[in-house]
């Protein structure tokens, strides 16, 4: 018997071996850009039989854009298009910028993107997020995409709370550099999701600790439509 549960202890033991080495080159393969080609591959195939109206807002991002389903009711009247992807970094929107922004030609883009970047794995500082947002810009107009772009602020959740005082430096940066430019907007939405007391709202996330719930959602919604609708819609 004893034997027996100490052969169990070594099956478990190298099953999470085997799940950390597994988790960990994920986090690494996830954070180069091919490993993303074939989400962008099928957002091509689906264009080829329904193409998306040109002169929309395209939105870009990772996880809160792919999982925003009800994006496009939520936006009406205005023409959207998701190009939310896998758990994009800011480097990855740049080196897709040809495929997922510049055939839509939009007259805005909105950017969903930053906290993937800050990861704990090969993650990067602040100026570095904001440094990698300046060369996305700059991916755009090289591209002779001239729309100007939304950029949400990074928001925090319970699972990256860890994540967080580095997220505000970053949003803090990109900030003071969107204040600089006539062509960039910045949308503070991540101080609304604490309390008075600095602590995070939980109605704003699901179970997961990790991804926007409905009321989460609701509240991008709020913040976001106005300013689009204001500046995009025409009746």
Known sequence: MR??????GIVAALFATVMFAFLV????ASSDADYWSGEIAEFERHDI???PPTGGIVFVGGRDVRQ?????????????????FGGAYLEHLTYFTSRIIK??????????????????????????VLESF??????????GVEAPVVFVSIRPSPMRASRWLG??????????????????IYLDVATLMFTADDDMRDEFFRWD????????????????RPILMRRYFEE
Do not use: C
């Open 68 to 84: 925003w389903e009800t994006l496009s009711a939520d936006m009406a009247p205005l023409d959207v298009i998701n190009r939310g």
């Open 167 to 184: 997220a505000k430096r970053a949003n803090g940066l990109i900030e003071e550099f969107a204040a600089t430019r006539e062509d960039i």
């Open 134 to 143: 300046k060369i996305f810009m700059s991916a755009l107009r090289a591209h």
């Open 49 to 51: 039989s329904n193409p």
């Open 103 to 128: 055939p839509y030609r939009p007259q805005a883009i909105v950017v969903m993107a930053g906290d993937e970047d800050l990861s704990d794995v090969r993650g990067k500082t602040p100026e570095e």
């Open 209 to 224: 600790g990790l991804s926007l719930s409905e009321e989460g959602y609701r509240l991008l919604v709020a913040r976001l």
């Open 25 to 28: 080159y994920v986090l690494l």
């Open 3 to 8: 034997g027996t549960f100490v052969n169990l």
